[in-house]
T-cell receptor, first 114, second 109 residues
């Protein structure tokens, strides 16, 4: 049981390049999330998917797009990377039953844009 | 004003001591509250949920004060393995979570 997996673990991009961060969960969760974490700041929500087939913007969606490919997979795409997108990106999933709200996180992708 | 505020620390505490953190939140409509733990360069993991009546899990006690809009976490008999960053998390709208920036705790032998 792998939980939430993310690829790649590390990535260096040049300004203007594009890439897709992959995320998959094997817990049969309905909801999936993409966050970024910058030094001295809390996790900030980029996009989320409450259920398969739906996606919504979070707090900081500009410069990103997402795809909920199926119930298991939720990808994040940077179309034209900028240095301001240097960050650690976490994918998470949750069951959303009751009021548990517990989110399970992947190990993160450390992205540097030069 | 940030929606969730925490003292960034670091709190340097000797092993075996008791340490407490507070966190304040701005949205009075928030219904759910959590403490997550994040080790250096790792993903956050749920430490405990915070209930209105307060709750305890071993050496950890969490309290909620809705009137003053703050949450606290108390760690008794601290261990070296408790060294981490503790994230205060509050529910927002549409099942979203609002995250504090974290309080760094360093337990010294």
């Amino acid at each position: 049981n792998a939980g939430v997996t993310q690829t790649p673990k590390f990535q260096v991009l040049k300004t203007g390049q594009s890439m897709t961060l992959q995320c998959a969960q094997d817990m049969n969760h309905n909801s999936m999330y993409w966050y970024r974490q910058d030094p001295g700041m809390g996790l900030r929500l980029i996009y989320y998917s409450a259920s398969e087939g739906t996606t919504d913007k979070g707090e900081v969606p500009n410069g990103y797009n997402v795809s909920r490919l199926n119930k298991r997979e939720f990808s994040l795409r940077l179309e034209s990377a900028a240095p301001s997108q240097t960050s650690v990106y976490f994918c998470a999933s949750s069951d959303r039953t009751g009021l548990t709200y517990e989110q399970y996180f992947g190990p993160g992708t450390r992205l540097t844009v030069t | 004003r940030k929606e969730v505020e925490q003292d960034p620390g670091p709190f340097n505490v000797p092993e075996g001591a008791t340490v407490a953190f507070n966190c304040t939140y701005s949205n009075s409509a928030s219904q759910s509250f959590f403490w997550y733990r994040q080790d250096c360069r790792k993903e956050p993991k749920l430490l405990m949920s915070v209930y209105s009546s307060g709750n305890e899990d071993g050496r950890f006690t969490a309290q909620l004060n809705r009137a003053s809009q703050y949450i606290s976490l108390l760690i008794r008999d601290s261990k070296l393995s408790d060294s981490a960053t503790y994230l205060c998390v509050v529910s927002g709208s549409n099942y979203q979570l609002i995250w504090g920036a974290g309080t760094k705790l360093i337990i010294k032998p």
